[in-house]
């Protein structure tokens, strides 16, 4: 296990950068105290990484129709907005991060596309491109928001995954400086692909499969890697566990209290 505790604290700040954003900008539009958002977006992050994916958005979806007395229709249009508009944001973001490595020479290319024609990139480039001013186009009929108020979350969105890249690329650093960076590079970018699959619990697991399955990747430092990533796994597992259940048991309380007055 990594001795440094940094390393400890990282985990920490990592572990709530996604309920912290995802609270104040539910909070800009419900008349919620983010406190209480807080602990909702906890749950939802748990549940969709441990349990199936967007499962935590529906617990979401039904904690605030519940909670507000409002339809579900005004809730799932604005979470649909929020959605659409965190998915640009982590490929833009991504973007930028493939990007800084390629021209940093941070990133083994060659690991992800192998001898695949370069056209194959530019074409992927063109689709992303038309698919962005289509949807600039008509993002009027895709949105309910205002046109500021997307811009708005889109920017936290953008932030908050740009703040993630810089904190995990720290937290292996303190523990292996003497890595050089484009193994960090390549990691990353394993790590960020297999976050964006859809409907896959323990997309975390997967990921350190493919990183340590890589040849050449982690190179003579393959039992540091997997021990630095495995225990920051167990780590996320048992603050999931420590925090599902009492905030739940706190949170079906205060409803109780709610309704009984």
């Known amino acids: 296990m990594p001795t440094t505790p940094w390393f400890y ?43 199936m994916g967007y499962s935590g958005d529906v617990f979401v979806l039904y904690w605030i129709k519940n909670r507000l007395n409002i339809s579900e229709g005004k809730v799932f249009r604005f979470m649909v907005d929020n959605g659409i508009t965190s998915s640009v944001g982590a490929f833009s973001a991504t ?21 695949k024609n370069p056209m194959v990139i530019v074409g992927a480039i063109l689709l992303l491109v038309v698919l962005g001013i ?47 960076f484009d193994v960090w590079g390549t990691m990353l970018a394993i790590l960020t692909i297999s976050n964006r699959l859809p409907f896959i619990p323990a997309k975390d697991l997967v990921a350190v499969s493919v990183i340590l399955g890589l040849s050449g990747v982690v190179e003579n430092s393959e039992a ?3 021990a630095m990533l495995l225990t920051r796994i ?5 603050l999931n566990l420590s925090f599902f259940i009492p905030l739940s048991l706190s949170d079906r309380k205060k409803r109780k209290k709610i309704d009984s007055e």
């Open 134 to 180: 289509a949807g600039y186009r008509f993002r009027r009929a895709i949105f309910s928001l205002p046109g500021k108020s997307v811009i708005r979350i889109y920017m936290a969105h953008f932030a908050r995954f740009m703040l993630n890249f810089g904190m995990q690329i720290l937290q292996w650093w303190l523990v292996l400086p003497i890595m050089p």
């Open 234 to 238: 167990a780590i996320d597992r048992v």
């Open 9 to 51: 604290v990282t985990i920490g700040l990592m572990y709530v950068t996604l309920p912290i954003f995802e609270a104040g900008i539910y909070g800009s539009f419900f008349p919620i105290p983010r406190k209480n958002l807080f602990s909702i977006f906890v749950r939802k992050k748990i549940l969709n990484s441990d349990f």
């Open 95 to 115: 973007g930028v991060l493939f990007s800084l490595l390629i021209l940093t020479d941070s990133i083994r290319w060659g690991d992800f596309m192998g001898d």
């Open 224 to 226: 540091a890697i997997s």
